[in-house]
């Protein structure tokens, strides 16, 4: 066999049934497991073979085209949006994309949905085990900004409870992320959360943090990493999303996590805790769901609950800067305007340096970094074809960050 | 009890973007998807029942053909029917949806980004 031929054509997503479960993780039928291994292999062919050929017809024609017309380049990634929706290459790809993330939806709602009231019980249940760890406020209001669209697609998204004590789209949200990120999150999903308490482990010997807080930390897939790399730190898990605390608590109570509080509140006003009493505050995947004067109060609250030589890191894909192509910008922003991430663009565009330099932050003790997935679901066993770029959409991350001295 | 039907179909928030020039292309496409989906697992269920009727070599084809289902039988075969009917429908079922919405369930994302790069 020559070379070419013992490289495989494609990587394979992971199969379905390698999904790790947990008490309150969703009873997931031959068919459910079936439907989602379709849709895993479907996001696969996208952005294997069709999402490559974008940039083959921006090169070969859209760009072509636009400067034949207008006697010049394009100076914005509106402009390149806006003559990338007339290509139909770009028109089938981005047709069919969306139509995956719907259909992602659907499966995972109605498996999540045919069993809400068991689901209901069985987080009741577990967080009965532990009632002081789970704070929640059911007065809180649901941010403007997470009210007005439902993010990524999700019908209903973080906040909605279709009857008391439903959890169905915290359910659906753990059991979907699997297929959208083709595993690469690993069976837990908490690839992020991992790299990040890896990262610090690493980098920072000798910081010992007593008290970590999460924000935005959603069902806690990433936060329990965090308690579990410091066993002797109290970590506390923030959201404004109440059904998804309640599935996240009762997921860490059934994974025997103890280490770890949930808390229903809007990072916006960090009020009832004080000035200085935590050593790391990390957000991951959240300040893009958020908004521009959101992000300047959560800032401002970061810096204060910070203690002295605390920590502070946040996970997102790459800022947009001057320098990234506008075709490459336009692509990583697809999910703005086609999957509800509204904010994402103008968050990509904010200079994070001088976001966290505005609410006290010394230039000198700026951090970035880029960090990729720990993966429990590859195979090392066998070759790997090359991986194309899936702009926006890999597991692969840019950290930001800052040390308060 | 939930309709669990028709929810797990719904409509997201947000006005939903049309990629092709004819929307009526984009919503066929989309019900095809669906169905092209739904015979993907009906293929790895199939698939798992021979490999497993295989390897204990309980069955012979023409049962399969014989088979007349009770009662019971019948009635779980016709929810899977409406189950995997609605499921196909979604697209036309979330246009319905939007015609029906408050307009500020359905604001476009050019416009929700303008206003949260601005508030
Ligand atoms: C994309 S999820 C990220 C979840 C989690 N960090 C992870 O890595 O899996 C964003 C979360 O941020 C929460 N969120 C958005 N704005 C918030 C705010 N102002 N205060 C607290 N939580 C917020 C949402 O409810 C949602 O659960």
Redesign the pocket.
């Given at each position: 066999m020559d070379a070419k031929s013992q490289t495989p054509a494609v990587n394979l997503p992971p199969v379905y049934s390698l999904i790790a479960r947990h008490e309150v993780f969703p009873e997931v039928s031959h068919d459910e497991t079936a439907r989602y291994n379709f849709l895993a292999n479907l996001n696969r062919h996208l952005a294997t073979y069709i999402s490559p050929g974008n940039k083959i017809a921006f090169d070969k024609r859209v760009q072509p085209n636009f400067v034949a017309e207008h006697g010049r380049d394009f100076q914005t990634r509106d402009e390149v949006k806006e003559a990338m929706k007339q290509d139909p290459h770009y028109q089938s790809w981005a047709a069919l994309r969306r139509s995956t993330m719907e259909m992602r939806q659907q499966g995972g709602r109605s498996m999540t949905l045919r069993q809400a009231e068991d689901l209901a019980k069985k987080v009741a249940n577990l967080n009965a085990k532990s009632p002081e760890t789970l704070i929640l406020d059911p007065n809180l209001k649901t941010?403007y900004?997470?009210s007005i669209m439902d993010?990524?697609c999700m019908p209903g998204?973080?906040?909605t409870e279709l009857f008391e004590g439903d959890v169905s789209n915290a359910a659906n949200y753990d059991s979907g992320?699997f297929v959208t990120s083709g595993g690469m999150l690993g069976k837990y999903?908490d690839g992020?959360?991992k790299a990040i308490a890896s990262w610090v482990l690493s980098n920072a010997p000798d910081f010992k943090p007593k008290r970590i807080l999460?924000?935005?930390?959603?069902?806690?897939?990433?936060?329990l990493p965090l308690a579990t790399a410091f066993p002797d730190a109290e970590v506390i898990g923030?959201?404004?999303?109440g059904p998804?605390l309640k599935y996240g608590h009762a997921r860490a109570v059934a994974l025997g996590i103890k280490n770890v509080k949930f808390m229903q509140?809007?990072?916006?006003n960090l009020s009832m805790f004080e000035n200085e009493s935590f050593d790391w505050v990390q957000?991951?995947?959240?300040l893009h769901?958020?908004s521009s004067k959101?992000m300047v109060n959560?800032g401002n609250e970061i810096f204060r609950i910070l203690k002295p030589n605390g920590l502070s890191l946040h996970?997102e894909q790459p800022q947009y800067t001057a320098e990234m192509p506008l075709y490459e910008q336009f692509i990583r922003d697809w999910d703005a305007f086609y999957n509800n991430e509204p904010f994402w663009g103008a968050m990509h565009d904010v200079d994070m340096n001088d976001w966290m330099i505005s609410t006290g932050f010394k230039r000198e003790n700026l951090l970035q970094f880029g960090a990729r997935s720990i993966n429990d679901n590859e195979d090392h066993t066998k070759p790997k074809a090359p991986e194309v770029e899936d702009h926006g959409r890999s597991a692969i991350w840019n950290v930001f960050g800052a040390w308060k001295k | 009890m939930i309709n669990d039907i028709l929810l797990s179909s719904n409509k997201a928030k947000g006005k939903r973007p049309y990629f092709l020039e004819d929307k009526t292309v984009e919503r066929v496409l989309n019900i095809t998807m669906a169905v092209a989906g739904e015979l993907a697992v009906m293929h790895e269920r199939l698939d798992t029942i021979e490999r497993l009727l295989e390897k204990k070599n309980i069955l012979q084809r023409s049962e399969i053909e014989s088979f007349i289902p009770n009662s019971e039988e019948a009635e779980e075969r016709q929810r899977w029917h409406a189950t995997y009917i609605a499921r196909v429908l979604r697209t036309v079922q979330q246009e319905l949806e939007a015609l029906q919405q408050d307009p500020s369930h359905n604001r476009s994302m050019e416009e929700i980004a303008e206003e949260l790069g601005r508030i």
């Open positions: 941010p900004y997470l993010n990524h998204s973080y906040h992320l999903t992020g959360g999460d924000i935005g930390c959603g069902i806690g897939h990433n936060t923030l959201d404004t999303g998804m509140i809007n990072a916006e957000t991951t995947m959240f769901e958020t959101a959560i996970i | -």
